[in-house]
T-cell receptor, first 114, second 112 residues
Framework: NAGVTQTPKFRILKIGQSMTLQCTQD?????MYWYRQDPGMGLKLIYY???????DKGEVPNGYNVSRSTTEDFPLRLELAAPSQTSVYFC?????????????FGPGTRLTVT | KNEVEQSPQNLTAQEGEFITINCSYS?????LHWLQQHPGGGIVSLFM???GKKKHGRLIATINIQEKHSSLHITASHPRDSAVYICAVGRDAGAGSYQLTFGKGTKLSVIP
């Protein structure tokens, strides 16, 4: 199993450009998440999904959009990139039943907006 | 005030030392998680615990639900333990979702 894969690993965007961060998992997990990690700060939840066709906002959703057309894929779309979106982005998937939770993280995408 | 507070923020230890990282939280939780972020950025889950104590190799995690406090201990520390250790609280967020709220992490450096 590849686990959770993310592309690209690095990207530099100009202000106002758009891009899609790709995330794929091969563990048949229902739950998927997008986080951002800023220097000196904890991971913040951007969007999450509890299954194909179902997504919801997390703590910091502004400036982002997601879709979940399949169990495997959970892309994150940045429209009109802004310097405040410079961050490291992590996708994660998880297995959860009450009392048991395993979350797996992708390797991260380091995004710079200038 | 953050829901999850970790201390210390930075920790330097000599190889072989016993290490303790602390985590306090201010909300009701379903479970508490400890994660490790490697210098290269990858994040792995270490423990999930809702009571008592868990041990895996040289790592021990404890939680006191009444005091809303958890500790992560590393015995006989080694340079390969150098990483950022992250505490997170997990909650059933409704509509079938489980969400984590993360602390800022503790950066550990173990010197040979």
């Amino acid at each position: 199993n590849a686990g959770v894969t993310q592309t690209p690993k690095f990207r530099i965007l100009k202000i106002g450009q758009s891009m899609t961060l790709q995330c794929t998992q091969d563990m048949n997990h229902n739950y998927m998440y997008w986080y951002r990690q800023d220097p000196g700060m904890g991971l913040k939840l951007i969007y999450y999904s509890v299954g194909a066709g179902i997504t919801d906002k997390g703590e910091v959703p502004n400036g982002y959009n997601v879709s979940r057309s399949t169990t495997e894929d959970f892309p994150l779309r940045l429209e009109l990139a802004a310097p405040s979106q410079t961050s490291v982005y992590f996708c994660a998937s998880s297995y959860w039943v009450p009392g048991v939770y395993e979350q797996y993280f992708g390797p991260g995408t380091r995004l710079t907006v200038t | 005030k953050n829901e999850v507070e970790q201390s210390p923020q930075n920790l330097t230890a000599q190889e072989g030392e016993f290490i303790t990282i602390n985590c306090s939280y201010s909300v009701g939780i379903s479970a508490l998680h400890w994660l490790q972020q490697h210098p290269g950025g990858g994040i792995v889950s270490l423990f999930m615990l809702s009571s008592g104590k868990k041990k895996h190799g040289r790592l021990i995690a404890t939680i006191n639900i009444q005091e809303k406090h958890s500790s992560l201990h590393i015995t006989a520390s080694h340079p390969r333990d150098s990483a950022v250790y992250i505490c997170a609280v997990g909650r059933d967020a409704g509509a079938g979702s489980y969400q984590l709220t993360f602390g800022k992490g503790t950066k550990l450096s173990v010197i040979p």
